[in-house]
Each structure stands twice: as structure tokens, then as C-alpha cells.
């Protein structure tokens, strides 16, 4: 039993140091979570009504999401595409992504670590995509948070740069685990790093061995056709599901 509230729940030693949970917190964190999975299908089932491909892209501060989209757009010419853009402040990154012509809708959280489902419900009412469209969410730069909250996107996609590491994905395991992509981003910068890029997709797959990699950099251009090539197979395959069911 804890000494210091009586609580005999979820005890755990973290540095010598106890630790413990409340059942009222655990049950707090169910009841969000619930209400986030609702928004959440809903939102889902608009997409695929509509033929919209939605991804959210993941990653650390600084791996490079908003250049990379940046890129993808301009590469995509008139393919229909809209963008939610999520930060704790400024409109940065939503002024830079309609500066290519694509819509964008920027939701900042202010203290928030990630977006949820209500949230990019009404950010797609703003937006109002286009049926059989590719919809990009970018989530608040952040390894942790992003990884537990459903927005109703088809996949996720982790972005991580080859200047973060090789042990990312060990470190965050969630997110990795969660998301069917990976786009290790900034290649261009290998030739002066000491980065193992073999060793970051083996941790990655050891995390996941079912994520689909692919090394890009957005400001070359290198490995971006693959990347496109990922987003349209994967745009046909849901339209075939779509019209199978």
C-alpha cells in the first residue's frame, strides 16, 4: 500500500523513487479516449464516402514534415489536395503550405501536445476537401501523444530525419509501432553524418516488421517519387475496398 495516499493501485518504482496511479485518472483517460474513437470513426467514414485518402504525418520538431509536404505538393501539380496543419502556436507552416495553392486549415492546441479527432472534424468542415483527394494532416511535432490519438486517417506516417539517431525508433516505440510508414527524411545530409542508416530501418523493424520504409529527402527530390508512388497505390487500393464492400 502507498505510504503517501493509501493507494495500493498501479504502483511502480521509477529511480528508486514510488510511483502510482489513481483508478479516477485511469478512468478519466478511458472516458477521453472513447470520445476521441467516436470522432474518430465518424470522421473515418466521411473520408472513405467520399473517396479521400487522409494520412497523418508524425514526427519530432525539426524532422522536416512541413518542407517535405511543401515538396510532395508542388510534385503533385493539380492532384486535389488539402492540409490541417497542427502547432502549439503561429500559422507558419499553414502559410507556407497554401503558398504552393494547396488549402490549408492551421489548429493551434496552445498547451497541447496533439491533434484529435474533434479537432480535424471541424477543420475538414473548413476545408471541405474534394471527393477523391489526398488529405494531409500534420500533427504537432511530437513522438509521444500523436502515437495513442485515432484522427480517423487511413495511415500514419512517421517522418524521422537521419539527424535524430538510430536508436529513435527504440526509444519510441508507440509511434513506430502505430504508423504503416516511414519516411526517413534529410538523405541529402548522410554524406556528412556518422548516421547508420541500415541501423535506423533495422530498429525501425524491429519495432515494427510490417512498416513499409522509404529514405527521402525533400530537398533533392531523392527518393520523393517513391514516395508518391506509395500515396497513389495506397489511394487505389482503399477505392477498391471502398467499392468491393
Given amino acids: 500500500m502507498c505510504g503517501t495516499c493509501g493507494c495500493g493501485e498501479g504502483q511502480m518504482t521509477i529511480d ?141 506516417v512517421v517522418v524521422l530525419s537521419v539527424t535524430e539517431g538510430e536508436d529513435k525508433p527504440l526509444k519510441y516505440p508507440d509511434m513506430f509501432a502505430a504508423a504503416d510508414l516511414a519516411l526517413i527524411n534529410k538523405a541529402d545530409l548522410l554524406p556528412h553524418l556518422d548516421t547508420d542508416l541500415d541501423l535506423i530501418v533495422a530498429n525501425a523493424r524491429r519495432v515494427n516488421p510490417q512498416l513499409d520504409i522509404i529514405t527521402v529527402s525533400a530537398k533533392t527530390g531523392f527518393g520523393m517519387q517513391d514516395w508518391l508512388g506509395w500515396i497513389k497505390a495506397t489511394h487505389a487500393d482503399q477505392q477498391s475496398a471502398t467499392a468491393a464492400e
Avoid: W
Fill in 16 to 156: 528508486g523513487k514510488h510511483h502510482h496511479s489513481h483508478p479516477r485518472e485511469i478512468a478519466l483517460e478511458r472516458d477521453i479516449m472513447a470520445k476521441n474513437d467516436g470522432y474518430a470513426r465518424a470522421n473515418r467514414q466521411r473520408f472513405r464516402d467520399a473517396g479521400i485518402l487522409a494520412l497523418n504525418l508524425v514526427s519530432s520538431p525539426g524532422a522536416g514534415k512541413t518542407a517535405l509536404l511543401v515538396k510532395t505538393l508542388d510534385m503533385l501539380g493539380d492532384t486535389p489536395c488539402a492540409v490541417i496543419e497542427g502547432d502549439q502556436q503561429t500559422t507558419n507552416d499553414a502559410d507556407r503550405i497554401r503558398a504552393t495553392g494547396a488549402p490549408a486549415v492551421q489548429i493551434n492546441t496552445g498547451k497541447g501536445c496533439h491533434l484529435d479527432a474533434h479537432l480535424v472534424g471541424h477543420a475538414v468542415e473548413d476545408l471541405n476537401p474534394r471527393p477523391d483527394s489526398f488529405l494531409f494532416i500534420e500533427n504537432v511535432g511530437n513522438l509521444v501523444c500523436p502515437a495513442g490519438f485515432d484522427l480517423g486517417e487511413a495511415h500514419k
